[in-house]
DNA sequence: GTACGTGCAAATGATTTGCGTTAAG
DNA sequence: CTTAACGCAAATCATTTGCACGTAC
């Protein structure tokens, strides 16, 4: 894979930027530095570089967003405004490596949770 | 909300289907018994019945799949085929709730764990 | 009887593809 | 120099919408 401008653009954005931003918002944000680029092009980078693990998917509501955070970890997510939040717990991980552990049928090699709720600023309105 | 034939017909389906079938999936079969069902109407009434809590989606890849199972639960996906598995484990709930207890930020509803692996099947490939 | 649902066709929006040109290694 | 990546336009695919007609309640 070839570290061309445009794929460290993206990359370096989403180092930067922990809230798990769609495609528009990285094309946007990546245009500013290099004005030529296309949406295809981003389309084609998010791929290339999720597929080399550089970069992980969060599917939401059929909508691809992107992070850079590589290690295992798990999302809050607020049910009203779609804010993903990080959340941390190797804990959770491993319980829940342990309950699975016996499950025949499987080759379990990840596990990630998903809370939902809603978040103080939604409350507040 | 009006309990169609349209929609009396999706929801059967799903009730007998635990593979999670997409809307294509649902649309062919249910127009074995209503062959001028429309597949605009099908994606209405999926969203109705998730609206109004007779179904759960679940969606992977960019595509919605639909389970009438509306108890809550876990699922496993194999990496290869796309097949998800239900996964019941309360304890998995509580303990993960128990872990985000003291979370500031967020009020929790409702949480789900995904276990990635390969399923036996695609192994023996 | 009336509001909600259906069927049809057309629109939308995210994502992908084909291809000639450009640049990374 | 050679191959992968870029930019552009057109295509694809899932999903939604508008509207006249039909039907559950």
Redesign the interface.
């Known amino acids: 894979m070839k570290f061309t401008n445009q794929r460290v653009a993206i990359l370096n954005f989403l180092k930067g930027n922990l809230n798990h931003p769609a495609v528009e918002e990285i094309y946007e944000e990546v245009k500013k530095s290099l004005p030529r680029i296309t949406k295809a092009t981003v389309y084609k980078n998010l791929n290339a570089l999720v597929d080399n693990g550089f970069l992980k998917e969060v599917?939401?509501?059929?909508?691809?967003r992107y992070e850079a955070k590589l290690e295992p970890h798990h999302h809050?997510i607020?049910k009203t405004c779609g804010k993903i939040?990080d959340?941390e717990?190797d804990?959770?991980v491993e319980?829940?490596l342990e309950?699975?552990k016996n499950?025949?049928?499987?080759?379990?090699?990840?596990?990630?949770?998903?809370?939902?709720?809603?978040?103080?600023t939604c409350?507040a309105i």
Do not use: A
């Open positions: 599917n939401l509501k059929g909508i691809s809050i607020c939040i959340f717990s804990e959770l319980y829940s309950i699975i499950y025949k049928g499987f080759r379990i090699d990840r596990v990630e949770t998903t809370f939902f709720g809603i978040c103080n409350i």
